[in-house]
């Protein structure tokens, strides 16, 4: 699994989100940048700094 917390991005924000693959947690991502912290313009940038703080979770694929 990845996961992705925002904390990293935007500090003392609690939201995370995990999925199978980084296209998807990016995606919930943006959708959560836009509706929690009002990034109505989600540029490349945005998109580059959620990707570099995708960690990998190991032994959770199963449970998924
Ligand atoms: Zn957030």
């Known amino acids: 699994m ?4 925002c904390g990293t991005l935007v500090p ?8 199978q693959d980084d296209a998807e947690v990016v995606r919930r991502a943006v959708e959560h940048m836009r509706g929690t912290h009002g ?22 694929e199963a449970a998924a």
Do not use: D, P, Y
């Open 12 to 19: 003392g924000c609690e939201w995370h989100t995990r999925a």
């Open 39 to 60: 990034e109505e313009m989600i540029r490349q940038g945005t998109v580059e700094k959620i990707k570099a703080r995708i960690q990998h979770e190991n032994g959770v």
């Open 2 to 5: 990845r996961l992705f917390e």
